[in-house]
């Protein structure tokens, strides 16, 4: 009965396959090209249901848990088969930098679980690596117009994370909001401000590094400072530390001077929408949304006029409304005064006692066990905190020490080449012009998520991970465009020959 039922499933899939295929046009085995349109219409789409995929992640619980990861990788091998259809793979993807040390820590995790005993422990992490090679091919075949179509999309879902933040906390939304520490946090839709912060901030910094390109663009300063706005809502320090890396980073590479102009209006606008939305952070007083929607109008107001204006008048158009702003509050005793002092004891220091508890913790365990580690999934992190308590954690907030707890110094090596190599892609990846106004932006944007990735958990949702990877296959140059047209340019000049043969 189960051998029968498996059958028909596979019937029923090879059904929708066959109906994709023909409704699309894809080459059958007689056709293993396509022309240059429908190339471009395939590869288009593959482009489309990869950003289906990372919105339907970010949008549900940052894929954390199976009941959305296993849509969303469908939806990632859909597009990689579009993808593949279109162009199939060359030699060029072979050598790709990131895709040897990426599928071998893949089996590095596979094969660290069966030898501990726990088979089948390393397969999600292998997942993980295998959606973040399969996004990098995907991104790599697409035309300029459909990158552009990706990273537009990536920044309405970023848009979208940010303002469900925003509301967690101004109206105390739903489970769009976190309560620790006396605060209230936006955890948005992703359920934990830290990881929110960790798409917000490369997404944001994007927006930054073609703001460098067009500095007069309003959409871009509305669309910097809400990002900004709902970072700072989730009151992330390890999102504000990378921030201010990414920052440095698209400074030294498109200069300090038009970086600092293409950020200050935005970094502004959200610092007045903050100011309006502390009163609200507090769990001990109630919600003022009234006075955060003021604020939040306030700053894009601020960072759309400033972008209009030339530098010294904008200057002095900024000062004049942050001060007016903050006389204003003081004034009419809108609750900021306590409610900055709650946020500041709460969030402006560098204590976590159980953060040093759990990387101990974590060191203790590598010490242990130090080639293959506790095992994919299995890092056992118990100190003693205070009042002599065991504390037990999951996870050791920096993703480099969970990596060398669970899958050994070996696992740590192959990481760290994969990265170096991811890095070297970037680096040969850069341009001028407006593509390298993007290209700027999204080496700012990695260089960010590797620092916030030091602080927490963050690889552990699988769409944040998959999010920035895509943010680093639209600036990547296509694979061996000349071999991959050759079928096509021949097959014209075939035509071209039979016509002049005709004549």
């Not at 537009?152 to 879902?157: A, E």
């Not at 929110?196 to 871009?220: E, Q």
Request: proline share 6%.
């Amino acid at each position: 009965m189960f051998a029968a039922g498996a059958g028909q499933r596979r019937s029923r899939v090879a059904a929708t396959l066959k109906w994709i295929a023909e409704s699309l046009s894809l080459p059958g085995p007689a056709d293993a090209t396509l022309d240059g349109a429908s190339q471009r219409r395939t590869t288009g789409l593959a482009g489309l249901v990869l950003l289906v995929a990372v919105a339907a992640g970010l949008l549900g619980q940052g894929a954390y848990y199976p009941s959305v990861q296993r849509p969303v990788g469908v939806l990632v091998a859909a597009a990689t088969l579009l993808a593949l259809a279109a162009w199939p793979l060359t030699r060029g993807d072979a050598r790709l930098l990131p895709v040897v040390p990426a599928l071998a820590l893949a089996a590095w995790a596979v094969v660290d679980g069966a030898l501990l005993g726990m088979p089948g422990a390393g397969v999600r992490p292998a997942l993980l690596l295998l959606g973040v090679v399969a996004v990098l091919l995907v991104c790599r075949r697409l035309g300029q117009e459909d990158r552009e179509v990706l990273l537009i999309g990536v920044t309405g879902i970023g848009l979208a994370v940010a303002l469900a933040g925003w509301l967690g906390v101004a109206g105390r939304a739903g489970s769009w909001a976190f309560q620790a520490q006396g605060l209230w946090r936006a955890s948005s839709t992703l359920s934990y401000p830290n990881a929110t912060a960790a798409v917000l901030v490369p997404v944001a910094l994007l927006v930054l590094a073609r703001r460098v390109w067009l500095p007069r663009s309003v959409p871009l300063a509305l669309a910097a400072t809400g990002l900004l706005a709902g970072l700072g809502a989730t009151m992330s320090r390890a999102g504000a530390f990378a921030l201010a890396v990414g920052l440095v980073v698209l400074a030294g590479l498109r200069g300090p001077r038009v970086t600092a102009r293409a950020a200050v209006g935005p970094l502004a606008g959200a610092l007045v929408a903050l100011i309006c939305l502390v009163s609200s952070m507090p769990a001990a007083s109630p919600p003022r949304p009234a006075l955060a929607l003021a604020g939040l109008c306030a700053g894009l107001a601020l960072a759309a006029t400033v972008a209009r204006l030339k530098r010294w008048p904008a200057v002095a158009l900024l000062g004049g409304a942050l001060l007016a702003c903050l006389a204003a509050l003081l004034a009419t005793g809108g609750g900021v005064d306590g409610a900055a002092q709650t946020v500041a004891g709460a969030r402006i220091n560098l204590a976590s006692p159980d953060r040093t508890g759990a990387l101990h913790a974590a060191l203790r365990l590598v010490a242990q066990h130090p080639l293959t580690g506790a095992g994919p999934g299995h890092a056992d992190l118990r100190w003693k905190g205070q009042d002599n308590v065991t504390q037990l954690f999951a996870y050791v907030h920096n993703e480099y020490a969970q990596v060398a707890a669970e899958l050994g110094l070996v696992g740590l090596v192959l990481l760290a080449v994969l990265l170096g190599a991811l890095a070297r892609l970037l680096w040969s990846a850069r341009a001028t012009g407006p593509a390298g106004a993007g290209w700027a932006g999204v080496v700012a944007a990695a260089a960010a998520f590797a620092v916030h990735s030091g602080f927490d958990f963050v690889w552990h949702l699988p769409a944040v991970v998959l999010t920035v990877t895509l943010l680093a296959g639209a600036v990547l140059p296509p694979p061996d465009t000349a071999a991959a047209r050759k079928p096509h340019l021949t097959a014209q000049a075939k035509e071209t020959d039979e016509n002049q043969a005709a004549h």
